[in-house]
């Protein structure tokens, strides 16, 4: 049997804490499957297991009548952990009792008692208005409607049918304005994570005039989530064009969002981390003390704050942000011997979510571990990390995956691989040969590395880093997307004038 395809149920079972396998071994205990609830047994092995290896079940087991039939007994087996999860969570998740009581309501309503079901749908309603649940509001507003035809209208005055339909537009109208928002939240992120910055202007300035329609939605058109997704696209594509205070702005309003409703803080843990991330990161890059040092406390300590168990999303949420954030700050300070003190750490976590993880971040994060590694001198290492992206899915019109083939470049010549430098030189060349922009840094930067390889004396390459320079400092605005991910700069200078890379971070 193949082992890939067979794995679901194993990557199930290792999902879960140690609670939610205590209450599928009680709930299964009260439902014996079998003389001796081979399932448990099954259950407990694979739990057991480092990786997945079908043939060891089978040599275990070898005997058992299950296996005559083992995807029939795995099937089986998944649904029922399905089931007890279900059972487990269902006291926590506001989605699982809007949708108890609605299963209830059509029980009543079959048995024709319709005042009863009637009044369960009200508790539902009044769930989903509390937790902003417009999606399932629409559901009960079906419900409702079947309810009152069932009942011939009996029980509903003109007045109250009016106002009924009035509030259904409107709940019908938030929802739109939540869809519109989802769907341009989208486009943004699809531009700014798959493709490269220079190459997007059109798109994003369409995307432009439709952000701005929004800052004339009234906020009683809105509900929570559409609310933060609005402030979220603005904070985004202020980060995007690069005004981080109009960004920080916006992240600000996010966080008050949330404040003031802590209760959401508990049901979507995972975007407020990422609003708190953001936060920090920006403050520092703005000098905003302040804010830095509250969001900060806020990010460190509203697990404990409002009560949240802290699950596995949330668990890889907070890691791969907050690894993200302390070494971008650490870097961009210049401290990266304290970076490298991290990496250890970092990349044991790396290993433990590894496929949990999406590869934009992961390569982001692998880039950042390069940096510090190269910061600190330490050129074979970083060379390991910038190879992990190269190596990676990521796409080649990536501005990532761009900056990682310039920064490839710069680790062979450090390491003064020069048998390998005009090669790697011709495919960064054929990599960037699509672009338009005869003066972009990449070209310019390219132009200049290629005459400096070609020069045996070290005088003639230091005159060439001094003319480039000199060519980066005038259009210095220009190049600003470049140095967000690694100060070609900064090496450039210290090339020129004889110093040390991390020197010029102070």
Known sequence: MSNKASSHLFELIQSLSKSEKRYFKVLSSKHVIGEENKYIQLFDFIDDMDYYDEKLIMEHFKGEAFLNKFSITKSRLYDHILKSLEQFHSSHSVDAQIYNLLNCVDILQNKTLYKQAHKLLRSAE???????????????????????????????????????????????????????????????????NKKNRTENESEIQSLKEQIKQFDNLPDSSLFFDSMYLKNHINSAYCFYIGDFECSLNYLTKNIDLFQESPNRIKLDPTNYVSVLVNTVFIAHKTGKKIVFRDSLNELKNFSDRYKIELTEDIEIKMFSSTASLELSIMINSGEFEKAAILIPEIESSLEKFDSKINTVRKSFLYFQIAYAYFGNGQFKESLKWVNKILNSNTSDKDELFGYANLFNLILHYELENSRLLPYTLKSVERLYGRKDEEKSFEKLFLNYFKKIIKKEKEINKKELFYDLHENIQTSSEKHAIPMEYFRFDYWVEAKAKNKEFASLFH
């Open 126 to 192: 009044k769930l989903a208005v509390k937790n902003d649940r417009y999606s399932i509001l629409m559901e009960i507003s079906l419900k409702r409607k079947r309810l009152l035809e069932k009942q011939n209208y009996a029980d509903i005055k003109p007045k109250e049918l009016e106002d009924f339909l009035h509030q259904d537009a409107e709940r019908l109208e938030k929802l739109k304005n939540y869809m519109h928002l989802w769907s341009t939240k989208s486009e943004l992120f699809y531009i700014i």
